[in-house]
């Protein structure tokens, strides 16, 4: 799964060096090349912003000192990946250190909300990458449909299932979709 870490510094030095153009919102590493994607559109940072809110208003009690942060990179270059997932609860104190990216021994939770233009990467390559960097909870929404699934345990086994309007658990949170809204 892993690329020759030579390979890897290369590919996150052409990626650091990137411009930043207009229109573009993320670059990532996976599979051995440089990913760039357009930037979300507004239903797609709503549901963002509003699963952020209420994950910051529940950690206090459940991980003081934590917080539900979107836009940082997410980085195993033993791996070879290097990813920018929508939202990630990690220490607030990792954003102190200067490091160029939020490492995965950090992360209690990943959230990505589905884009309409490339599905299959949150469903599939996304679950294989965050389940190998050891990431316990992975929220994925999907505003396409209307629905959403909860991957936990180790290796994300256990997968819960779920549909815009229920109130979720995931960990020790609870999450009121009722709230995020479709691309329709």
Aim: hydrophobic fraction near 40%; include cysteine; glycine fraction near 10%.
């Amino acid at each position: 799964m892993g690329i020759d870490p030579a390979e890897y510094a290369r590919l996150r030095e052409i990626a650091d060096r990137l411009p930043k153009v207009p229109g573009i919102g993320k670059v990532e590493i996976a599979n051995g090349e440089i990913v760039v994607a357009m930037s979300p559109m507004e239903r797609h940072e709503l549901a963002v912003h509003r699963i952020g809110r209420q994950l910051n208003a529940q950690l206090p009690d459940t991980h003081p000192r934590y917080l539900a942060h979107p836009g940082a990179d997410l980085e195993d270059a033993g791996l070879g990946r290097l990813r920018c997932p929508d939202l990630m609860v990690f220490p607030e104190a990792t954003l102190e250190g200067g490091q160029p990216a939020v490492l995965p021994h950090e992360v209690l939770l990943v959230v990505e909300i589905v884009s309409k233009s490339n599905p299959e990467n949150d469903y599939g390559a996304k679950v294989r990458d965050y389940a190998a960097m050891g990431i316990p909870l992975y929220l994925l929404v999907d505003p396409r449909k209307g629905t959403g699934i909860v991957h936990d345990e180790p290796g994300y086994v256990s997968r819960t299932h779920f549909a815009f309007g229920d109130t979720v658990t995931v960990g020790p949170w609870r999450i009121d979709t009722s709230g995020l809204l479709t691309y329709a």
